[in-house]
């Protein structure tokens, strides 16, 4: 079982950064390939990045390639999400996710545990 606590939302204007992170509790974080995904309001929630369990492969969506950056310290069980140069169309609610799956994987349906979700509002 693996709990999972998102922090770093907030406000922030068109431009700016953010830094979202993802605090793990439980036992083999370092097992698990962790991800991050969001849901604007009226949408679907759509995958944003993912971290392979060894930290040295990363995968973004095109919409937030060269943009964001996702990170992980297997020490710590953290997993943050870096963001620069947002964009209103980054507006929406954030959730970490840990998958069980031998690589990094896109599909919602491989993640096994989820985080509550944060809040990042970008005003234009």
């Known amino acids: 079982q693996v709990s999972l606590v998102e922090s770093g939302g907030g406000l922030v204007q068109a431009g700016g950064s953010l830094r979202l992170s993802c605090a793990a509790s439980g036992r083999s974080f370092s097992s698990y390939t962790m991800a991050w995904f969001r849901q604007a309001p009226g949408k679907d929630r759509e995958f944003v990045a993912a971290?392979?369990?060894?930290?040295?492969?990363?995968y973004f969506a095109d919409s937030v390639k060269g943009r964001f950056t996702i990170s992980r310290d297997n020490a710590k069980n953290t997993v943050s999400l870096q963001m620069n140069n947002l964009k209103p169309e980054d507006t929406a609610v954030y959730y970490c996710?840990?998958?069980?799956?031998?690589?990094?994987?896109?599909?919602?349906?491989?993640?096994?545990?989820w985080g509550q979700g944060t809040q990042v509002t970008v005003s234009s």
């Open positions: 971290i392979h369990r060894s930290g040295i492969s990363t």
């Open positions: 996710a840990a998958s069980r799956w031998f690589d990094i994987t896109t599909s919602q349906a491989r993640y096994n545990y």
